[in-house]
């Protein structure tokens, strides 16, 4: 098993850059594919990029392609969620998750251990 903890939410104003993380337990972490997924109030979450085993392969919604950069550093047990020119509609809970699978997935049933998730908010 896995424990994530996502980190790194805040208020930003549109345009600006926040940089989440998520930290896993355990000497296995890097043996987990891991998918950053957002809820907005009133919306279903929906993914946002995935991350294979070992720094690759990664996966994009096409919504924050081009903007968001995800990453990892098995070392550090922590994958990370570059975010840059952030949009108001980027507000939402941003939740972490890890699965044993193969490649990252694209939807939430695509992986079986999740964190608590991080609120970020974009502001005008």
């Known amino acids: 098993q896995v424990q994530l903890v996502e980190s790194g939410g805040g208020l930003v104003q549109a345009g600006g850059s926040l940089r989440l993380s998520c930290a896993g337990s355990?000497?296995?972490?890097?043996?987990?594919?891991i998918g950053w997924f957002r809820q907005a109030p009133g919306k279903e979450r929906e993914f946002v990029a995935g991350?294979?085993?070992?720094?690759?392969?990664?996966l994009y919604a096409d919504s924050v392609k081009g903007r968001f950069t995800i990453s990892r550093d098995n070392a550090k047990n922590t994958v990370y969620l570059q975010m840059i020119s952030l949009k108001l509609e980027d507000t939402a809970v941003y939740f972490c998750?890890?699965?044993?699978?193969?490649?990252?997935?694209?939807?939430?049933?695509?992986?079986?251990?999740w964190g608590q998730g991080t609120q970020v908010t974009v502001s005008s």
């Open positions: 998750a890890a699965d044993l699978r193969l490649v990252p997935g694209r939807s939430p049933t695509d992986y079986g251990y």
């Open positions: 355990g000497r296995t972490f890097r043996s987990y594919v």
């Open positions: 991350i294979g085993r070992n720094d690759g392969p990664t």
